[in-house]
C-alpha cells in the first residue's frame, strides 16, 4: 500500500504555479483537488508569487512548510493532504521516476516554463518534475496563457504535444453564460479536472 492510501487519501496530484498570469486558476484546482480527497503537491515559482501578490488578496509565505499551512487553510485540507516543495529541493517525490505522482498539471504555465519543459531543461524542481512525467509517460497538462502566441511558443506547445501533453490554454467559453470572473476560472478548472478523470460540479457537462 502506497503512502497516500495508507492515509486514506486519493492518489497524489501535483500542481505547479508559474509566472504567468492566471495565479486563480491554479488556486482553484488545489481548492477543488482538496475537496475531491486527494493528495496535493504543490510548487510556487518565485515569480508565481509576485502574480498572487499582484492578482489576488492571498498572502502566501515562501517557505514549504509555512506556504502548506497557508495552502491547506484556505481549501480546508486536512493536515497533510497538501505538500510543499522548494525550488531546489531535489529529494523532493516529483524529481524521481520512482517517486513522482501519476499527473502533473502546470497551472498557469509561463512560457518560460513551456520553454524548458519543451527544451528538457531541469534548472529547478518545477522544470525537473515536469521532465520527469514526461520520460515516464505520466500525464503532464500545461495551461498557457499568454496573447498573443509566437512563432516560438507554438512550436514548443506543439513539440509537447506530440509528446503526449496536454496542452489546456487558460482560454475560457462564454456559452455557459458566466455572471462573474469565479464562473470563468471554474469553465477552465473543469476543463482540467476532466482531464485528470476527476468528478466535479463546477458546470455542466455539454448536452446536461
Avoid at 163 to 178: D, E, R, S, W
Amino acid at each position: 500500500m502506497n503512502e497516500s492510501a495508507a492515509s486514506g487519501f486519493k492518489a497524489p496530484v501535483t500542481v505547479a504555479l508559474t509566472g504567468a498570469s492566471g495565479a486563480q486558476y491554479g488556486l482553484r484546482l488545489i481548492d477543488c483537488l482538496v475537496a475531491a480527497g486527494h493528495e496535493v503537491w504543490v510548487m510556487i515559482s518565485k515569480a508565481a508569487h509576485m502574480v498572487i501578490a499582484t492578482e489576488t488578496t492571498e498572502k502566501l509565505p515562501a517557505q514549504p512548510d509555512k506556504l502548506a499551512d497557508a495552502l491547506s487553510a484556505r481549501s480546508r485540507a486536512v493536515p497533510h493532504q497538501i505538500r510543499c516543495f522548494a525550488r531546489e529541493d531535489w529529494m523532493a517525490p516529483v524529481a524521481s521516476g520512482s517517486g513522482a505522482s501519476a499527473a502533473m498539471v502546470v497551472c498557469p504555465c509561463s512560457t518560460g516554463t513551456l520553454s524548458a519543459v519543451a527544451t528538457g531543461a531541469s534548472n529547478n524542481l518545477i522544470e525537473r518534475a515536469a521532465d520527469v512525467a514526461l520520460k515516464e509517460h505520466r500525464q503532464l497538462i500545461l495551461v498557457p496563457r499568454e496573447s498573443p502566441l509566437s512563432a516560438i511558443h507554438l512550436e514548443h506547445m506543439l513539440t509537447l504535444a506530440r509528446l503526449g501533453v496536454t496542452i489546456l490554454p487558460a482560454a475560457p467559453g462564454f456559452y455557459h453564460q458566466p455572471e462573474s470572473v469565479d464562473d470563468l476560472i471554474d469553465f477552465i478548472v473543469a476543463r482540467i479536472l476532466n482531464q485528470l478523470g476527476i468528478e466535479h460540479r463546477l458546470m455542466p457537462r455539454w448536452g446536461e
